[in-house]
DNA sequence: GGAGGTCACCTTGACCGCA
DNA sequence: TGCGGTCAAGGTGACCTCC
């Protein structure tokens, strides 16, 4: 019956309801330093970082920032303390998995026992597997290891939404009014992958109320990219992108890469883009940025002159939108010798021959798709990231397969060139994804064309189905 | 200036509203005989079935469905005549693609214009290359083949969506009030991707009400598969998911499956199961499986009693459902003798021989993996079709590629089985999807990784970006 | 113990073959 | 000329490794 969770910041008894760091991590933040220390009951818990979204956006101002450069890591403190003794839990708990279970079967019930989440000595830490309420959606999910993600307990696909923002900044557009709920609403669960319809832009918004981020990446999420919302829906719909692809340019956001093995080969990126799939593709892909762009643009200062030319030109929106950055922007952005926008990385050629190149990797018709890494690849980019610029000059010349393995064939009658191997070594062979006669992902369409097939075109027993007191209507 | 653009029931002039092939449509759909002769100025282009999912939903009677079996295929008739001359051109229109061009570019100038979109002599047919504007989201996107789908001119997102529903159709629930903004308001474009965020359930809401389906089709969305909306969101919030999976049992939609050549195999499926990528896998799945079991059936009858068991037991939530079919289905439902609800098609053995197999596959490790159809997979699903329902038996053994060319090595310090190719013919590498070395996806995290490293922990640099007055804010 | 990585799974969407 | 197939592109998410 003890309450002693102390570990990886599980919530411990604990009587006063903020500590000193919790305090700094307060004052690290655009000016908001007035905790809600006595907070409401049932609610969700938050840490120091308050609809920080919200202040930040209000201040103009330039932030000196380097007061919170890299001195207080989180690792280091014990984040969102915070009594439970006398406190309804809160949601973004952890539980053992009887308990957590329990509790989802009674939601009702589940306000009412204030402690018996941790009551049973089978103590449930990070790490652990368990039950977690999410902070965001509410999704309450078993997970094989527990842990907190920004601060917070969350489910994965939220902490993951909130990693590929960072990683990758994009702006999200609301095509409603900017309250679109995300997640069931009590602790009712969504099905795997549904999240990927859900509104970028205020899932968005309620992690950056929720998730701990330290004041830098805040502000740069605050100038650039917080969400936008399409808030009237009738002031006369001129609206950005729903989301942006290519603005604004790069800035660095704290995500760190893992540091690999450090090798010795410095190839440069090749130059050879990959082939497009026929001319036709090319035609009308340029031309759907083209008028991506020429609507994209039309809020900001110059529209090109419209071309009416039957073949589209090149798209220029990411050439006309860093001009318009580097213009703009200062002296010293310039003097940064950033990428320029409109720099297309290549992939360089594989040496083919060291474990990255040869592990995990798939074959189509006579060309091997790597899927992991090529270690020279590895010592491209870092060299790349570490200054070296040079771009033209290729990898020697592959090595491969053993001979005798491949040979065209004609499978139908435009298609030739595929592949047919000969040998008859014993060898595993499992179904790709897109196959269509993978039949975990087409169970339910095979099942379907089984029934079909056995109700064949019997327009009776349709009848029948469609009046029978179906319980699912 | 001519308008005469008969060919793929490409607007042509005509003066009469509606030609007796449309009132065959008409008739053929649930009782709307009264079309809408006169159309409002400037918008969208129907069919004879208008609203046809709400006409539906109101009728519980039986429909006999006989007499629109297959007597009147949609490639015999010219659908959609509408005269242009003397109206405000349709947004579901095709036009060349330099006049298409010109009326992208400026939008309010496009209600003005009425024929200009047709006055060259540059005749914009079905299979050619053109533009198109999206009877369902508004998009105008170029492609290199314009074709009706399902009698409307409508982009290819749309239309895949629509028939990928057909194939396989689930029960969408609308998280916010049902009137959810598909697209872009006027004319603007969304990049690509973006659609895989639209609330599913007001995306097929318009797409019921645009496009033109056969009466048959129609009554059993409308029965089994509408569309809900979690109309008031106060309504205690008990809700069904969000996306069935699983519910209702399968039922016959009109797509028809290409035939393939006849095979003379026979070899029925195997059983034996994908492995999971471990223990602990599996029981988070069943975890979830059980919760989501759990609160989807709080609203039907029969709840089960809520096990505390901290390993969760098997979910239920497929079978439970089938047997409430089941019993209130009828008996000739029962003697139809369809896969049960919970049966799980699994793969069968490759051949590894026929050019199916060898055709577009990968490797993964030791494992080669089929991304194209063997050939003796094809035959084993017809003849299961055809009512063949042994399971239990085997492909003779595999063969596979020379011998000599796989090793296993010792990559990391826990994986081991990793492989390693020997030989020296040459032969093609490109990256997978998922390397994250492909460049072509990764390309603005690498030009961001870039710019980062470019600026370094330069916070005044930082603070002058975040003070700049930026055109993208 | 938390941050970052991995990769199977899934949806999409533009093109293409076929009838 | 429209339907169905193909598969690259990219997001998702549960688990995993590493620091
Ligand atoms: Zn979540
Ligand atoms: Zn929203
Ligand atoms: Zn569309
Ligand atoms: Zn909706």
Redesign the pocket.
């Known amino acids: 019956m003890s309450l002693k969770e ?5 919530p411990i008894e604990n009587d006063c309801g903020k500590s000193e760091e919790e305090m700094i991590v307060d004052q690290t933040l655009s000016g908001d330093c007035a905790p809600t220390v006595e907070q409401e009951n049932g609610d969700r818990l938050r840490g120091g970082v308050k609809a920080g979204n919200d202040d930040s956006n209000d201040t103009d101002e330039a932030l000196d920032l380097s007061f919170v450069s890299h001195s207080i890591p ?2 280091k403190r ?2 969102m303390p915070v009594q439970i003794s006398n406190r309804i839990p809160s949601s973004a708990h952890l539980s053992s998995e009887k308990a957590a279970k329990e509790t989802m079967m009674s939601k009702e019930q589940q306000s009412q026992q204030s402690t018996t989440h941790f009551a049973d000595s089978q103590r449930m ?5 368990g039950f977690i309420t999410c902070s965001i959606c509410n999704a309450t ?5 527990v ?5 917070q307990f969350s ?7 909130m ?2 923002f ?3 900044p ?1 702006i999200f557009t609301c095509m409603q009014t900017g309250s679109c709920q995300i997640g069931k609403p009590a602790g009712e669960q ?1 099905p ?7 509104c ?1 832009a205020c899932w968005l918004k309620i992690c950056l109320e929720k998730f701990i981020l330290d004041a830098k990446t805040r502000a740069v999420i605050d100038k650039f990219y917080s969400p936008k919302f399409n808030s009237e829906k009738v002031g006369n719909g001129k609206d950005k992108n729903y989301v942006s692809q290519n603005l604004p340019p790069p800035l660095p956001l ?6 690999t093995k450090s090798e010795t080969a410095t190839y440069p990126l090749a130059s050879e883009p ?1 082939p497009k ?9 340029e031309a ?1 940025m083209e008028t991506c762009a020429t609507n994209n643009n039309s809020n900001t200062n110059s529209i090109s002159s419209p071309t009416s030319s039957p073949q589209p030109s090149h798209p220029t929106s990411l050439k006309k939108s860093l001009a318009l950055w580097r213009d703009s922007s200062s002296a010293e952005y310039q003097s940064k010798d950033l990428y320029p926008d409109d720099t297309l990385f290549e992939p360089s050629e594989e040496c083919g021959k060291c474990t990255y190149c040869l ?2 990797n798939y074959m ?1 018709a006579n060309v091997v ?1 790597v ?3 090529c270690k020279y690849k590895k010592c491209i980019l870092s060299g790349l990231l570490a200054g070296d610029k040079e771009e033209n000059t290729l990898l020697p010349p592959l090595i491969s397969l053993t001979p005798g393995i491949l040979k065209t064939v004609q499978v ?4 030739k060139s595929d592949a047919q191997f000969e040998g008859d070594s014993p060898i595993n062979l499992v179904l790709g ?4 006669y ?1 039949n ?2 087409n169970n339910r369409i095979l099942k379907r064309e089984w029934n079909e097939a056995a109700i064949g075109s019997d327009s009776n027993f349709l009848n029948e189905i469609l009046n029978a007191n179906s319980p699912f209507l």
Chains 1, 2 share one sequence.
């Open positions: 102390g570990q990886c910041g599980v989180f690792k014990r984040l830490g990070c790490g652990r597997p999910k078993y997970y094989s290891h842990q907190r993600r920004f601060g489910c994965e696909p939220c902490s993951k939404f990693k590929r960072l990683k990758d994009k969504e795997r992958g549904v999240s990927v319809s859900r970028k704290p995500v760190r890469k893992r540091k990959f799939r026929s001319a036709r593709h090319q035609v009308a892909l759907n592990h995990r189509k798709v899927k992991e890494s139908s009658k435009s298609i994804n897109n196959n269509k993978n975990k992902r």
